[in-house]
C-alpha cells in the first residue's frame, strides 16, 4: 500500500497521485475530469492613494493586475473578492468597485464577495460590488458615512516659540491649517463637501442592495454592525465562509486559486501588482519618517472596529 512520505516539513502526496496528476496534465483540456476553479483575489488593508515598502495600501493601481487576472480565467463561472479593510479613500474606494462592475459585465462573470474581520465605510463600499456578499456572523460591515480627521497644532508650535508664516494667492488656499485655529466657515464648506460624498455613496448603496435593505433610520448614519446583524439589515446577504460557501455552490472538487502579484521584472514592469509589492521603488527611510501621522491614522481607522 502507497503511503504519503514527510518531506521540507510538510507531506508528500502517494505517488498513485503525482503519477495521476501527470498524467492529467499530458490530456487534452477537454479530456481532463477536473472540479471548478474559481479565482480569489484578497482585498486587505486601508485604502489610499500610494503607500510605500513598509505600508503598502489598498488602491487601484495595486489590485487592478489581480483583478484583470481573475476575471480573465474563461472557464471560471465566478469570481470570489475577499475583503478586510476598514475603509480611506472615497474615491480609491469607488475606484475599486467601479472595475470590479466593469470586469464583471465584460466577462459575464458573478461576483462573490466574502467580508473577513472588517469591510466598513470604504471597504464597505468595495464589497457592494458583489452579486452577493457573505459574512462571517462577526464580522464588522456598514459604516456608510463619511469622516474627516486632522490635528490641530497651533498651541504646540506657540508653546515651542514656532511662527507660522503662509502667503497665498486666494483668500481661501489655506483652509483648515494645521496650525492655525479653526473658522468656523471653513468647517462649514468642509461639511458640505462630506454630505456631497456622503449622498454619493448612499446611492450606491441603494443601487446595487435595493429592496434588500431594511427601513431602519439607522442605515446611513455611519453606524457599523456584526455580520448577523448585517445580513437582517440587508447589508449581506448569508453568513458562511469562501472555502465552504463556494464548495456548496459549484461541487465538492471545486478547487480555489489565489490571485497573487506576478513576481520579477516583467511583473512590474506592466503594473501588475498587488498591494503587497506597492512602492517597492520607494525609499525606506523617507517612508519611516513622513510616514508616522499617516501610520497613527491608519491604525485608529483599525481601533474603531476591533472587538
Not at 496528476?21 to 477536473?34: A, D, F
Not at 470586469?103 to 460590488?129: C, H, P, Q, T
Not at 440587508?234 to 469562501?242: F, I, N, S
Not at 517612508?287 to 472587538?307: D, P, S, T, V
Amino acid at each position: 500500500m502507497l503511503q504519503a512520505r514527510t518531506y521540507m516539513g510538510g507531506t508528500c502526496p502517494p505517488e498513485s497521485t503525482l503519477v495521476k496528476r501527470m498524467l492529467r496534465r499530458l490530456l487534452p483540456k477537454s479530456m481532463r475530469k477536473e472540479g471548478v476553479v474559481i479565482p480569489v483575489v484578497r482585498l486587505n488593508g486601508t485604502i489610499m492613494a500610494g503607500g510605500s515598502p513598509l505600508r503598502p495600501s489598498l488602491n487601484l493601481a495595486t489590485c487592478a493586475g489581480l483583478l484583470e487576472k481573475a476575471f480573465g480565467m474563461k472557464d471560471a463561472p465566478a469570481v470570489a473578492i475577499s475583503i478586510n479593510s476598514p475603509g480611506g479613500s472615497p474615491v480609491q474606494s469607488r475606484l475599486i468597485y467601479q472595475r470590479i462592475r466593469d470586469l464583471a459585465v465584460e466577462k459575464n462573470k458573478r461576483v462573490l464577495v466574502f467580508v473577513e474581520d472588517v469591510a466598513a465605510s470604504g471597504g464597505y463600499m468595495i464589497a457592494i460590488a458583489g452579486d452577493e456578499i457573505i459574512v462571517d456572523p462577526s464580522s464588522i460591515v456598514g459604516s456608510i458615512g463619511v469622516v474627516s480627521a486632522s490635528f490641530g497644532f497651533q498651541d504646540l508650535i506657540a508653546k515651542l516659540g514656532v511662527e507660522r508664516r503662509v502667503h497665498t494667492a486666494g483668500q481661501n488656499k489655506a483652509v483648515l491649517d494645521p496650525f492655525k485655529p479653526e473658522r468656523p466657515e471653513d468647517v462649514e464648506r468642509l461639511k458640505a463637501l462630506q454630505l456631497e460624498v456622503h449622498e454619493t455613496f448612499i446611492d450606491m448603496v441603494k443601487t446595487r442592495r435595493g429592496a434588500k435593505l431594511a427601513d431602519d433610520p439607522d442605515l446611513f448614519t455611519g453606524l457599523f454592525w456584526a455580520g448577523k446583524r448585517g445580513v437582517a439589515l440587508g447589508l449581506a446577504d448569508a453568513l458562511g465562509d469562501l472555502r465552504g460557501t463556494l464548495k456548496a455552490r459549484f461541487g465538492a472538487d471545486t478547487r480555489l486559486r489565489v490571485i497573487t502579484p506576478p513576481k520579477g521584472l516583467l511583473g512590474r514592469r506592466f503594473g501588475l501588482l498587488g498591494a503587497q509589492d506597492a512602492g517597492l521603488a520607494g525609499s525606506f527611510a523617507a517612508a519611516a519618517g513622513a510616514g508616522l501621522i499617516e501610520a497613527a491614522e491608519e491604525q485608529a481607522l483599525w481601533a474603531r472596529y476591533r472587538l
